[in-house]
């Protein structure tokens, strides 16, 4: 089975501008997970979705944003861009009933300047 | 609070040295924790998972070990390679079937040096 693709792999945004994220798990998989990564801070949950509906949240702001599409594809965005926004953004899919097995991504690399 | 401390923070060693990698957590209930290995710039790879009735699991050179009662893991990795160069995180799980309960350490980065 094809791995969890995150596209794209690097992005370089300036402060204010708007971002497009998108995951696509690996095949059969419902459950889609978001995380932040950024140095000395480890990973930092966003959010959780199964079957288009977001089941958990972690603690960021509303700028940050996702949903996810019935083929279990899903996307995140984070509006209003600020400089502590750079990150690796990982995606993570989940087989159903088993959403604590994390299979990753690559990742998105996002620099704001 | 849940928290997993992992020690050291950073590490440097001789390609074909052994090394050990810490991970204490104050996660509660306890339902497994995992290792995983992070090459830069690319996702985590699942290495060892163990439940709370197992003390070690191997995968290859990397052996897990766990010790419930205190709260402590260790990731061994024997006869280090070049390729072994990576952030190593241990990540505890309080609950099955949940991503957002997950905790998260800061990892150990591992140089393996000639």
């Known amino acids: 089975k094809a791995g969890v693709t995150q596209t794209p792999r690097y992005l370089i945004k300036t402060r204010g501008q708007q971002v497009t994220l998108s995951c696509s798990p690996i095949s059969g998989h419902r459950s889609v997970s978001w995380y932040q990564q950024t140095p000395g801070q480890g990973l930092q949950f966003l959010f959780e979705y199964f079957s288009e509906t977001q089941r958990n949240k972690g603690n960021f702001p509303g700028r940050f944003s996702g949903r996810q599409f019935s083929n279990s594809r899903s996307e995140m965005n984070v509006s209003t861009l600020e400089l502590g926004d750079s990150a690796l953004y990982l995606c993570?899919?989940?087989?159903?009933?088993?959403?604590?097995?994390?299979?990753f991504g690559p990742g998105t690399r996002l620099l704001v300047l | 609070k849940n928290q997993v401390e992992q020690s050291p923070q950073s590490l440097i060693i001789l390609e074909g040295k052994n090394c050990t990698l810490q991970c204490n957590y104050t996660v509660s209930p306890f339902s497994n924790l995992r290792w995983y290995k992070q090459d830069t710039g690319r996702g985590p790879v699942s290495l060892t998972i163990?439940?709370?009735?197992?003390n070690t699991k191997s995968n290859g050179r990397y052996t897990a070990t766990l010790d419930a009662d205190t709260k402590q893991s260790s990731l061994h990795i024997t006869a280090s390679q070049l390729s072994d160069s990576a952030s190593y995180i241990c990540v505890v799980s309080p609950l099955a079937g949940t991503a957002s309960k997950l905790t998260f350490g800061t990892g150990t980065r591992l140089q393996v040096t000639l």
């Open positions: 993570a899919s989940s087989p159903s009933g088993q959403e604590e097995t994390q299979y």
């Open positions: 163990m439940t709370f009735s197992e």
